[in-house]
């Protein structure tokens, strides 16, 4: 029997025990050649980041807890490539709220690398955007009309009351306890009649047609993400159930909307657009599947590395499958403080 931990996710044990997978490259089953070659061409204290097996973290000078995420450039590589594949799954729209073309100031809370700030600042140029991360990893040349800040939003927000007229959150599963506290202060933050949107994604990879089996490597990913994120008290799943419109609610915002998409996780869909966007989704778990897992897997759950090195190995074998109909779920939810 495999060992699995208290949420009923396999360890690292059972993959170790299942040794490296077997070469399937060849294989008539997987994506093959074209794909990987696709995946190819899209592919102070502050600074004192630490460093777990080899790879940088965001520094404990700025904030109190863990985060998953590495800060090096690898990972913010696959975010740059996330961040086009979400891009075409919302149609290029940066935002679903319906703001005013004459706004003033917007925030993007965990603006990582800054891809979406500063496409967010080119398109309102009248409009003053501030972009917030724990690591100074954007770039420095960027739109007059956009800065960045080091912030942890975690903690009490000292922006003005009643000041935006936009406040953006994007992709922060992981980073929060609740969202109890990061809606009210998004509330108090947003002007009257101003607009709070966040979106994020589901770490559960589901199929409609039960390619995606239980315990296998994608089934496995995000059960085991669960458990990481329940032994630190941190949300890994935010975007499933009702979690985001329910704190929006409770924080005070009206209008609430929500939206849901079904991301493919590999280019299986007969769809062109849909298959374009699987394959942004694919390239972005081979570029740094283990940037994703590393600290939640090893440093919290207690796999070695060689534990995760194996699993590693299983999943992207299961991503190469042609038969294997995976799909993340994106949700969106906004809404409007009264006026």
Not at 69 to 94: C, Q, R, T
Not at 170 to 194: R, T
Not at 245 to 273: C, H, L, Y
């Amino acid at each position: 029997m495999s060992p699995k931990s208290e949420s009923g996710a396999l360890l690292g044990a059972h993959w170790l025990q299942q040794g490296l997978p077997a070469d399937d490259t060849d294989a008539d089953s997987t994506l093959g050649d074209e794909v990987e070659s696709s995946t190819a061409s899209i592919s102070s204290s502050i600074l004192n980041y630490r460093n777990i097996n080899g790879r940088t973290y965001h520094s404990d000078s700025v904030m109190d807890g863990e985060y998953w995420g590495p800060n090096d450039s690898k990972h913010m590589e696959m975010l740059d490539i996330f961040y086009h594949a979400i891009d075409m799954m919302l149609e290029g729209k940066l935002h679903q709220a319906p703001l005013s073309a004459n706004i003033q100031n917007a925030v993007d809370i965990g603006t990582g690398s800054g891809l979406w700030a500063i496409d967010f600042a080119d398109k309102y140029t009248n409009c003053y955007v501030v972009g917030t991360d724990i690591s100074p990893v954007q770039p420095s040349w960027v739109p007059p009309n956009l800065q960045f800040e080091i912030d942890d939003a975690t903690k009490e927000w000292t922006f003005r009351e009643d000041h935006f007229d936009y406040i953006h959150m994007q992709l922060m599963n992981g980073a929060f306890e609740s969202l109890d506290h990061i809606y009210s202060q998004a509330f108090q933050c947003c002007k009257p009649g101003g607009w709070f949107e966040h979106v994020d994604v589901s770490v559960m990879v589901s199929s409609d047609d039960g390619s995606v089996e239980e315990n296998s490597p994608l089934d496995q990913y995000g059960k085991m993400l669960e458990a990481a994120g329940n032994r630190v008290n941190r949300m890994s799943r935010s975007a499933d159930f009702t979690t985001m419109e329910d704190a929006m609610k409770e924080a005070g915002f009206e209008n609430i909307t929500v939206k849901k998409f079904k991301m493919p996780i590999s280019p299986w869909s007969e769809d062109q657009r849909m298959k374009e966007i699987g394959l942004y989704a694919y390239a972005t778990m081979m570029t740094d599947v283990e940037g994703i897992i590393n600290l939640m897997f090893g440093s919290i759950m207690g796999w070695s590395q060689e534990e995760i090195t194996v699993y590693a190995a299983y999943l992207r074998q299961q991503l190469r499958r042609k038969d294997v109909h995976g799909y993340y779920t994106l949700k969106v939810v906004y809404g409007q403080k009264p006026e």
